[in-house]
């Protein structure tokens, strides 16, 4: 699994990494620990997405990954590499949530500036230019003045500059933001693409249904610690049961609550069943009732049902240490 | 890449191409204005030193202009975070920034003294002996307040290093006048003699190198001159390129 660490060489391994951000103007009780004691692994070609709610640390763990932070504690390679030395860089595509440019720079200007970063000659840039430009749909654009570009365009040539070095590390953070349906599948494509040449890629996002379509790895974190995704979505945490109401929502909410529910919401409700019997048993109990149901499906637990499971789960557990 | 990294430096901002030909055409405007005034005024004893006038516009100035958010706008808009994943270091970063800057500054001042020694030729209007030792004193200061702006620029965001400059000159000056004009009054030789020697010497070297442009100093006054100037240029870089290497680089969001 991705989030237990191994002692083989990966392309990205942190052990037992903290970051507390301090500043000279605040005191130790306002210092904010932005991740605990994380410890992962991800091996090359091996597509990890990373989730969690806003503010729990991910931005920060791909900064430490990318070398633009640097650890309070703990140790980061890349490629076997420490994080942020020259060797671990030349393995390293990064992208950032939002992509910065020189808004007088053209499209392809900019892409050749850091292909030139890149220690990439002239005619090589060309080449790859022509090569990632087009695979991203920006050849049009090219002559296009950074500045005049939408948040869309600005993300797919981020996402360019990323993969300027061909890395063995892609680190995409949000890549997905802003991209229209052409833009997100010529990523996904792009993803499987580096993925079966051996790159390792660590996306973030808040887009799960996306994510869930370009990897089932997941690497899940929670006030800075990492929550183990892996064993949120094994079997034997059931199967989950989709029911859509015709009538009597609040009712049907009450007798379904012997029943596990994982969400109810509009006129949907999901329950987690652990045999196939159950679902007889909740047709009959809602139809004796009066109850109607609309529609009903068994699904396996996706994602974004485990993200909430989890969040529900994270913040009763804060809820009652507070209380104590 | 040496040549991106220049080139960056004089398009990053699209006003850093209009900085030049505004100036260029100003110097040219400003002399014909004056020549003019001469030829309707033959008796006026008014003369222009275009030496020192050269020196503390593009010599003082340009540079200061040159700078605005060199590292600052990129730390702010996010654009360093990919920047610094590069597989370059950010010592050479600067390096090449600041080589970019200069040359810029050195084209800048050919150009400027080139036009004036071409207009006093053509009019023998003003005409000036040292500058030639002007060009050379130009040129060092502008290196000392490129360096000194570029290292600002690495931990004031945004284009604050010009504001910094700006406000810190007048400052420093106005805290000069004061000291000396205390010292003279309570007899504090002592504190004036430091102050000047810090104004002199820890900041970029305006006075030492505006002796040498007007050749108030022997040759060895020059060279050493020079030398100061280089070797303060060089410490501003150093601190600057330490201050880059110990940042740690986040996105503000908004």
């Given amino acids: 699994m991705c989030t237990n660490h191994d002692d083989q060489t990966a392309a990205i391994d942190c052990k037992q990494l903290t970051k507390v951000y301090k500043s000279l103007w605040t005191t130790q009780s306002q210092h904010v620990c932005a991740l605990r004691d994380v410890s992962l692994s991800i091996e090359a070609g091996q597509i990890v997405g990373l989730i969690g709610p806003n503010g729990a640390g991910k931005t920060t763990l791909m900064n430490l990954i990318a070398g633009l932070l640097r650890p309070t504690s703990g140790d980061i390679t890349v490629g076997g590499f420490t994080a942020g030395s020259m060797k671990a860089k030349r393995l390293l595509g990064y992208m950032p949530e939002s992509p910065a440019f020189l808004e007088g720079y053209t499209v392809e200007a900019m892409f050749n500036y850091y292909s030139s970063l890149c220690h990439i000659g002239k005619d090589g840039r060309a080449k790859q230019s022509q090569e990632l430009l087009d695979r991203l749909g920006l050849h049009s654009m090219r002559s296009r003045q950074c500045g005049s570009l939408s948040h869309g365009m600005r993300q797919r040539l981020g996402l360019a500059i990323a993969m300027v070095m061909q890395p063995k590390v892609l680190i995409l953070d949000e890549p997905s933001n802003a991209l229209d349906p052409i833009g997100i599948v010529q990523l996904r494509e792009l993803v499987f693409a580096l993925s079966s040449e051996g790159t390792a890629i660590l996306i973030s996002s808040h887009r799960l249904y996306e994510l869930e379509k370009i990897t089932s790895t997941f690497i899940g974190i929670w006030n800075g610690q990492i929550v183990d995704i892996g064993k949120n979505i094994s079997p034997e945490n059931g199967q989950l049961v989709r029911i859509e109401i015709k009538n009597e929502f609040e009712r049907a909410k009450q007798l379904l609550s012997t029943w596990d529910v994982v969400r109810a919401s509009g006129t949907e409700v999901i329950l987690k069943i652990s045999s196939q019997q159950d679902i007889a048993s909740i047709v009959s109990h809602l139809t004796k009732k009066g109850v109607y149901i609309k529609s009903l499906c068994c699904d396996d637990e996706s994602i974004e049902d485990v993200f909430l499971r989890i969040s529900q789960n994270e913040n009763r557990e804060k809820e009652q240490f507070s209380d104590r | ?254």
């Avoid at chain 2, 204005?33 to 030829?39: C, D, P, Q, R, W």
């Avoid at chain 2, 309707?40 to 958010?69: E, N």
């Avoid at chain 2, 810029?104 to 071409?118: D, P």
């Avoid at chain 2, 020079?226 to 740690?248: C, D, Q, R, S, T």
Wanted: aromatic share 12%; glycine share 8%; proline share 2%.
């Fill in chain 2, 1 to 254: 890449m040496i040549g991106e990294i220049i080139k960056e430096t004089c398009l990053r901002k699209r006003f850093i191409p209009r900085l030049h030909v505004t100036y260029v055409v100003t110097y040219l405007a400003i002399y014909l204005v004056s020549y003019g005034m001469h030829l309707l005024t033959p008796d006026s004893s008014y003369s222009t030193q275009w030496g020192l006038w050269l020196f503390a516009w593009s010599g003082c100035l340009f540079p200061v202009l040159l700078t605005a958010g060199i590292f600052g706008n990129d730390i702010d808009s996010g654009r360093m975070l990919q920047l610094a994943t590069m597989p370059v270091s950010l010592g050479w970063l600067y390096t090449l920034r600041v080589l970019g800057m200069f040359i810029q500054c050195l084209v800048h001042l050919a150009v400027c003294f080139s036009l004036i020694f071409v207009m006093q030729s053509l009019t023998g209007y003003a005409t000036e002996k040292n500058l030639g030792s002007w060009f050379l004193a130009s040129l060092l200061i502008s290196l000392t307040w490129l360096t000194l702006s570029t290292t600002l620029s690495t931990f004031l965001m945004r284009e604050y290093n010009v504001v910094v400059i700006m406000i810190g000159s007048i400052v420093i000056f106005m805290l000069l006048m004061m000291i000396n004009t205390a010292a003279a009054l309570a007899d504090w030789s002592a504190l004036s003699e430091t102050a000047t020697k810090i104004a002199k010497y820890g900041i970029p070297p305006v006075i030492m190198l505006f002796n040498l442009g007007m050749q108030k100093c022997s040759i060895t006054g020059g060279i050493v001159a020079a030398i100061h100037a280089i070797g303060i240029a060089l410490f501003y870089a150093i601190v600057g390129i330490v201050i880059l290497n110990h940042m740690e680089f986040v996105h503000k969001r908004e």
